[in-house]
T-cell receptor
């Protein structure tokens, strides 16, 4: 089973600051998904990255897939309180029906 | 569309009791999953199904059972509940096996005392 390491585990920042969270593996990802989970709710998909070096943008969120496909990052510009939540990365195994999730980064954006 | 619906939202069980967590989806998805989420531990896969009549174990299947008699429903059965099964349980579904989006229910918070 591939292990996904997410860092940092917790992050508390002021509104308007920028931040980056990371997802790393010792093995090559087939593809990677990022989810955001708000308290009391299930995770919601933000993006899927497939190609090494790929960059995707979703408003103030920028997702990057490492060239070697062993790491990914999520950068948030000018964080807002609505960005508060648990950010999870998930590896979609090649030829597998399963998704493996990291432990997540819990983000708090203070107004 | 209702998406993925889980019931109940909260439940307290005594040690040794049994219960079934219900999950239904109205998106005609073949692939369905049960995860548990413990604080600081992310999501761990309990069981999954790739279609009606087909189920398979995930990472943490001990103490649980599933069935998939229809495409829509994927109930999770806890027999002889133990305190270690205190967790938040999420059901999820998706259309295809690879990069398809996973749709989650809103979860069942279970406490075993």
């Amino acid at each position: 089973t591939q292990l996904l390491e997410q860092s940092p585990q917790f992050l508390s920042i002021q509104e308007g600051e920028n931040l980056t969270v990371y997802c790393n593996s010792s093995s090559v990802f087939s593809s990677l998904q990022w989810y955001r989970q708000e308290p009391g709710e299930g995770p919601v998909l933000l993006v899927t990255v497939v190609t090494g070096g790929e960059v995707k943008k979703l408003k103030r969120l920028t997702f990057q897939f490492g060239d070697a496909r062993k790491d990914s990052s999520l950068h948030i510009t000018a964080a807002q309180p609505g960005d508060t939540g648990l950010y999870l990365c998930a590896e979609v195994g090649a030829g597998s029906y399963q998704l493996t999730f990291g432990k997540g980064t819990k983000l708090s954006v203070i107004p | 569309n209702a998406g993925v619906t889980q019931t109940p939202k909260f439940r307290i069980l005594k040690i040794g009791q049994s219960m079934t967590l219900q999950c239904t989806q109205d998106m005609n998805h073949n692939y369905m999953y049960w995860y548990r989420q413990d604080p600081g531990m992310g999501l761990k896969l309990i069981y999954y199904s790739v279609g009606a009549g087909i189920t398979d174990k995930g990472e943490v299947p001990n103490g649980y059972n599933v069935s998939r008699s229809t495409t829509e429903d994927f109930p999770l059965r806890l027999e002889l509940a133990a305190p270690s099964q205190t967790s938040v349980y999420f059901c999820a579904s998706r259309k295809g096996p690879t990069n398809e989006k996973l749709f989650f229910g809103s979860g069942t918070q279970l406490s075993v005392l």
